[in-house]
């Protein structure tokens, strides 16, 4: 079984392959795009079972994380949690190589604190959810303005009622 560390950015990834032994396979950078993922699981099918960790940065690791969590159970896909993935923050050597590196080595050892991943129903109520509360905010945030402007220049509506019918 491989290890793989996946150091996740906006437009790229860079990856890390390591044997049971810790020796380096290969590095490679691909796109962080559904295509980049999808020729970086058909490259890992080559190798047979692998153990994957990828960075969690904002959303950018969703894309990947869904199309290598679809070979399961050959792939066995883990999100590190970053608050306790702090090995590759105090690190001396701070790049992008260096990061999958220590990332595959942390997979290797089981090593990896895992953050938990709702299952993609879940994230996509969660994103619809958050959205509809921002949108009230605004919602709130412009009437309260439009009363602070009226307020402004003592200006009194007829009605109680200033959004209503």
């Known amino acids: 079984m491989i290890s793989v560390g996946i150091d996740v950015h906006k437009k790229r990834c860079q990856a890390c392959l390591k044997d049971e032994k810790g020796r380096l396979i290969e590095e490679l950078s691909i796109p962080n795009t559904t295509e980049g993922a999808e020729q970086l ?18 959303n950018l690791w969703t ?17 590190a949690n970053p608050n306790k993935t702090r090995i590759i923050a105090e690190a001396k050597i701070k790049n992008d190589r260096m990061d999958a590196r220590v990332l595959a080595d942390l997979v290797r050892a ?7 991943v709702p299952t993609k129903d879940i994230r996509e109520q969660r994103a619809l959810l958050r959205q509809r509360r921002s949108l009230a905010n605004d919602t709130v945030a412009v009437k309260n303005r439009i009363h602070n402007q009226l307020d402004k220049h003592d200006l009194q509506p007829h009605y109680s009622d200033l959004f209503g019918k």
Do not use: C, W
């Open 41 to 58: 699981a058909r490259m890992l099918t080559t190798y047979g079972e692998a153990k994957i960790v990828l960075e969690s940065t904002g």
């Open 63 to 79: 894309r990947i994380y869904d199309t290598l969590n679809q070979h399961e159970p050959t792939f066995k896909v883990t999100l």
């Open 110 to 116: 089981d090593l990896v604190a895992e953050s938990y």
